[in-house]
């Protein structure tokens, strides 16, 4: 049995994942189910009517004193599914042809891990995770993932005991770490694509800012990363450094054109943007730094 989970809140775009995902689990020889954990308190109940019976609807009750969290989500939609694999993609996500059976193929053949290709709906990798599959390529590992677009087989979850749940963001990359560290293989899955719509450029920045707070409080967590936090993660460490050093601009005030270095090195993938928006993620990691 495949489980196909999905968590969501207030995405009416959830809708056109589950339509995609029905012609897909009709062509695989495995049974199959889809379960959604929905936080939306019945705001998307006429998704839910439009697809029950074939897919599993789950309200999710948050625990007391706490917002929505996608960690208690993902916990309960893999501890209701039924499936010995377990499948993770967003609501929005639009999977390409074939996406399901890819992904989860490597599974069938000794693999107990992976993790597909998500673009943007406007093409190109999405800006968080996909360049990693990219670079990885068919044969590869990576030594992180998102949930977005991953397969495991269930006793992968149960050996690191699911997902940390103190996490607000960046429980997936915790999650996927944890894996790494109990011997478990990422394999990478380029040819297993979803597009997902990341929104507007404000979304992009906000994005920007909760996932720097969430890889600070990743590094805190684990320790034992910090010695290749530079050649592994260097953003994490260059920006919020050149975010300190503004007042050098009183002494030296071609400071920012530092800046250019890596506008440069993403001179073909919208500069500014890119720029700013690790910009914005360095003044997540110093927020959560200042916080704690």
Same mark, same amino acid.
């Given at each position: 049995?495949?489980?196909?989970?999905?968590?969501?809140?207030?995405?009416?775009?959830?809708?056109?994942?589950?339509?995609?995902?029905?012609?897909?689990?009709?062509?695989?020889?495995?049974?199959?189910?889809?379960?959604?954990?929905?936080?939306?308190?019945?705001?998307?109940?006429?998704?839910?009517?439009?697809?029950?019976?074939?897919?599993?609807?789950?309200?999710?009750?948050?625990? =007391?004193?706490?917002?929505?969290?996608?960690?208690?989500?993902?916990?309960?939609?893999?501890?209701?599914?039924?499936?010995?694999?377990?499948?993770?993609?967003?609501?929005?996500?639009?999977?390409?042809?074939?996406?399901?059976?890819?992904?989860?193929?490597?599974?069938?053949?000794?693999?107990?891990?992976?993790?597909?290709?998500?673009?943007?709906?406007?093409?190109?990798?999405?800006?968080?995770?996909?360049?990693?599959?990219?670079?990885?390529?068919?044969?590869?590992?990576?030594?992180?993932?998102?949930?977005?677009?991953?397969?495991?087989?269930?006793?992968?979850?149960?050996?690191?005991?699911?997902?940390?749940?103190?996490?607000?963001?960046?429980?997936?990359?915790?999650?996927?770490?944890?894996?790494?560290?109990?011997?478990?293989?990422?394999?990478?899955? =380029?040819?297993?694509?979803?597009?997902?719509?990341?929104?507007?450029?404000?979304?992009?920045?906000?994005?920007?800012?909760?996932?720097?707070?969430?890889?600070?409080?990743?590094?805190?967590?684990?320790?034992?990363?910090?010695?290749?936090?530079?050649?592994?993660?260097?953003?994490?460490?260059?920006?919020?450094?050149?975010?300190?050093?503004?007042?050098?601009? $009183?002494?030296?005030?071609?400071?920012?054109?530092?800046?250019?270095?890596?506008?440069?090195?993403?001179?073909?993938?919208? =500069?500014?943007?890119?720029?700013?928006?690790?910009?914005?993620?360095?003044?997540?990691? $110093?927020?959560?730094?200042?916080?704690?």
């Amino acid at each position: 049995m495949i489980s196909i989970v999905i968590v969501s809140k207030d995405e009416p775009a959830l809708g056109a994942t589950l339509a995609a995902l029905t012609s897909q689990v009709a062509t695989l020889d495995e049974p199959c189910e889809v379960v959604v954990v929905d936080a939306s308190d019945g705001r998307l109940d006429f998704i839910r009517r439009e697809h029950e019976p074939a897919v599993r609807w789950l309200s999710f009750d948050r625990p =007391p004193g706490l917002g929505v969290s996608i960690a208690h989500q993902r916990n309960l939609g893999v501890r209701a599914a039924t499936g010995e694999v377990i499948v993770f993609t967003d609501a929005g996500c639009l999977p390409a042809d074939g996406w399901l059976d890819r992904l989860t193929a490597p599974l069938r053949h000794g693999e107990r891990v992976t993790a597909g290709l998500t673009l943007a709906a406007s093409g190109g990798s999405d800006p968080y995770d996909g360049s990693r599959v990219s670079r990885a390529g068919a044969g590869g590992y990576l030594n992180e993932c998102a949930t977005i677009n991953m397969a495991f087989r269930r006793e992968a979850f149960d050996a690191v005991g699911g997902f940390d749940e103190n996490f607000a963001y960046g429980s997936d990359v915790d999650f996927s770490w944890r894996l790494v560290d109990a011997g478990y293989r990422i394999k990478a899955v =380029p040819g297993a694509v979803t597009r997902h719509d990341w929104g507007t450029w404000r979304r992009h920045l906000r994005r920007s800012y909760v996932y720097g707070r969430a890889r600070a409080r990743l590094y805190r967590k684990h320790r034992s990363r910090w010695r290749r936090i530079l050649s592994d993660d260097p953003i994490v460490v260059l920006y919020p450094a050149f975010l300190l050093g503004l007042p050098l601009m $009183l002494v030296f005030p071609l400071y920012p054109a530092l800046l250019l270095i890596p506008a440069w090195r993403n001179r073909s993938r919208r =500069p500014v943007k890119v720029v700013l928006e690790h910009l914005v993620y360095g003044t997540g990691v $110093l927020t959560e730094l200042m916080l704690r």
